[in-house]
């Protein structure tokens, strides 16, 4: 089993940044892509920011120039920097990790999400 955990949501301005953390532990042999999601309350999980093995990160249009993805592979873990925050910003932020565990079988793992509330 391969485990995902998020932390560093919260409550905070309009303008304030928050620094998202993510951490995969188990018998980990590689992990190809991490990836952050958020959820708003009635609509569907999108993609914010993605960083895969040897590849530029991916971003949301909506966040380029705002957030910024960046891992640290000898921690198995990813962090999501959010600058300039907006309202609509607003929604439970998921961490996604795909990679080879134990015996190089597959696993694609998703954390419990935390909550980044942007509001004044």
């Given at each position: 089993?391969v485990?995902?955990?998020?932390?560093?949501?919260?409550?905070?301005?309009?303008?304030g940044?928050l620094r998202l953390?993510?951490?995969?532990?188990?018998?980990?042999l590689?992990?190809?892509?991490?990836?952050?999601?958020?959820?708003?309350?009635?609509?569907q999980?999108?993609?914010v920011a993605?960083?895969?093995?040897?590849r530029?990160?991916?971003?949301?249009?909506?966040?380029k120039?705002?957030?910024?993805?960046?891992?640290?592979n000898?921690k198995?873990?990813?962090?999501l920097?959010?600058?300039?925050?907006?309202?609509?910003?607003?929604?439970?932020?998921?961490?996604?990790?795909?990679g080879?565990?134990?015996?190089?079988?597959?696993?694609?793992?998703?954390?419990?999400g935390t909550?980044?509330?942007?509001?004044?």
């Amino acid at each position: 089993q391969v485990q995902v955990v998020e932390s560093g949501g919260g409550l905070v301005q309009p303008g304030g940044s928050l620094r998202l953390s993510c951490a995969a532990s188990g018998i980990i042999l590689s992990i190809n892509t991490m990836g952050w999601y958020r959820q708003a309350p009635g609509k569907q999980r999108d993609l914010v920011a993605i960083i895969t093995s040897g590849r530029s990160p991916n971003y949301a249009d909506s966040v380029k120039g705002r957030f910024t993805i960046s891992r640290d592979n000898a921690k198995n873990t990813v962090y999501l920097q959010m600058n300039s925050l907006k309202p609509e910003d607003t929604a439970v932020y998921y961490c996604n990790a795909v990679g080879q565990r134990t015996g190089w079988a597959p696993f694609n793992s998703w954390g419990q999400g935390t909550q980044v509330t942007v509001s004044s």
